[in-house]
């Protein structure tokens, strides 16, 4: 089992930054990728971000690109979420996973393993 654990969230006004963290307790398992999922009241989650854990390779939802950045920290086990320009529309709770296969990131079904999310939220 992987516990994967989440921080950073909070209340941010538009305009402004906050940068999220999910730190897996477990080295030893076939990590392919991470990303980062949202959920915002009433609504579906929703694929944000991804990253390959070999070759660092990213991928990002439409709505937040050129705003947030994914990143990886090997040493630590760590994957962060580095969200700047943020606005009301992204209030959501935020969600890392864990893919141990090679699948498709951009989907909730091509992860193995949750965090029990951290809420963002944006006031205007």
């Known amino acids: 089992q992987v516990l994967l654990v989440e921080s950073g969230g909070g209340l941010v006004q538009a305009g402004g930054s906050l940068r999220l963290s999910c730190a897996a307790s477990r080295r030893t398992f076939s990590r392919y990728g991470m990303g980062w999922f949202r959920q915002a009241p009433g609504k579906e989650r929703e694929f944000v971000a991804a990253?390959?854990?070999?070759?660092?390779?990213?991928i990002y939802a439409d709505s937040v690109k050129g705003r947030f950045t994914i990143s990886r920290d090997n040493s630590k086990n760590t994957v962060y979420l580095q969200m700047s320009s943020l606005k009301p529309e992204d209030t959501a709770v935020y969600y890392c996973?864990?893919?141990?296969?090679?699948?498709?990131?951009?989907?909730?079904?091509?992860?193995?393993?949750w965090g029990q999310g951290t809420q963002v939220t944006v006031s205007s």
């Open positions: 990253i390959t854990w070999s070759s660092g390779t990213t």
């Open positions: 996973a864990v893919s141990d296969a090679v699948r498709r990131l951009t989907i909730a079904q091509g992860y193995d393993y």
